[in-house]
């Protein structure tokens, strides 16, 4: 039974009550009312602590801060030359001092509803003059559904940086890329290139996700490290404009309004890492979406105290843009989405960001939708997210 029949049957009740951050191997359920749950997995005290692992990464989940042979090519109408880890713009800057980026999160699967909706996005980032787009993880729960994802966004046109979060098995997003790639070369692997040197901004990567309880290709997913996290200094030491971290994971807060606070019980799980290097790096502005009921606002600070508004300037701004996906989800205000994206800007030491907020398919866009459905989207097992 795929999430969309779920939700039809009245899954999306429990849904509401759920978020990233439940462990992977737990399914959903659309029971009537609540069961007992199983036991948690031996946990210290509070989920925030599990912090991310010592040692290496799989360097196809968080790629080495490596040079290689160097290569020219053309990514929408800027020629740029990837050289291993870094991707250096080496066209003229545009006449601007600014950087437009489109933030896309969360979308799941490659359903027609979410197919749908993502050229609602893509019109919304055009309407805003963005020139790049960011996803920044959970394309697909498999290869077929991150590459139809991922096509969809890069046939936009616009040069898109894609990494993976907690939901996709690293052989899978690897295979998926590649694909898409062959023939959409504005596609940029941010599980391999960690350092985007762009036009008025510089975007630095941290792909996968710290606590492996809840990833959902278990063993086989991308969990990034300890080393990892304070690797991001080494990588923002040479940066020339501000500097964006693009993660799928959120750093550790405090404040009821953090990037990281999980329903229903309102626990921070940020990786208190995260948040040191964030603090002692100076990085000023990131991207975090993995906790979708956090989702669809920004702070000025890393405790999450201080929400700020749409299009409102700060020298610190973190962004969590929520889930892409369609499926009706209950937020920690209480209000519910059906789908939100979001536009960063950056002009010098200041960014601003707007959300889009995704109205509900009428019946006559549900059949629309069910058209774009890709013949390869297959029955998805029941998942949490």
């Known amino acids: 039974m795929n999430r969309r029949i779920l939700t039809a049957v009245g899954a999306a009740a429990l849904l509401a009550a759920c978020s990233d951050n439940k462990p992977a191997a737990e399914p959903e359920k659309a029971a009537p009312a609540p069961a007992p749950k199983a036991a948690a997995p031996a946990a210290p005290a509070s989920d925030a602590s599990v912090a991310s692992v010592p040692g290496k990464s799989d360097p196809e989940c968080v790629g080495p801060i490596d040079t290689a042979v160097p290569e020219t090519r053309t990514i929408g109408d800027r020629t740029v030359e990837v050289n291993g880890y870094r991707l250096t713009v080496k066209s003229a800057e545009d006449a601007d001092e600014k950087a437009v980026v489109g933030v896309l999160a969360n979308l799941n699967e490659a359903s027609g509803e979410n197919l749908f909706n993502l050229e609602r996005y893509l019109g919304f980032f055009r309407e805003n003059g963005a020139e790049m787009i960011v996803v920044a993880g959970d394309s697909g729960q498999d290869r077929a559904n991150i590459e139809a994802v991922l096509r969809k966004v890069a046939a936009s046109g616009l040069p898109v940086l894609a990494i993976a979060g907690n939901r996709e098995a690293r052989a899978d997003y690897v295979d998926a890329v590649a694909a898409v790639q062959k023939d959409q070369p504005n596609l940029i692997n941010g599980n391999r290139v960690r350092y985007v ?171 629309q939708a069910a058209k774009l459905a890709p013949a390869l989207e297959q029955p998805a097992t029941a998942q949490t997210e």
């Open 197 to 367: 040197d762009w036009d008025d901004a510089d975007f630095v990567t941290l792909p996968g996700y710290h606590d492996p309880r809840y990833i959902h290709a278990s063993g086989a997913g991308c969990q990034y490290s300890k080393e990892d996290v304070g690797a991001l200094k080494k990588l923002t030491a040479a940066a020339n404009d501000a500097v964006v971290l693009v993660a799928h994971g959120q750093p550790l807060g405090t404040a009821p309004t953090a990037l990281d606070v999980i329903a229903p019980d309102k626990k921070h799980v940020g990786d208190p890492n995260l948040t040191t290097v964030l603090e002692t790096a100076g990085i000023p502005f990131g991207i975090f979406p993995n906790i979708k009921e956090a989702g669809g606002i920004a702070v000025a600070d890393l405790a999450g105290e201080k929400v700020l508004a749409d299009g409102t300037a700060s020298e610190k701004l973190f962004l969590n843009p929520g889930a892409a996906d369609s499926i009706e989800w209950t937020m920690n205000d209480g209000t519910t989405s059906v789908g939100t994206a979001a536009i960063l800007a950056i002009e010098g030491k200041q960014a601003t960001h707007r959300i889009y907020r995704a109205a509900k398919l009428s019946d006559a866009e549900k059949a």
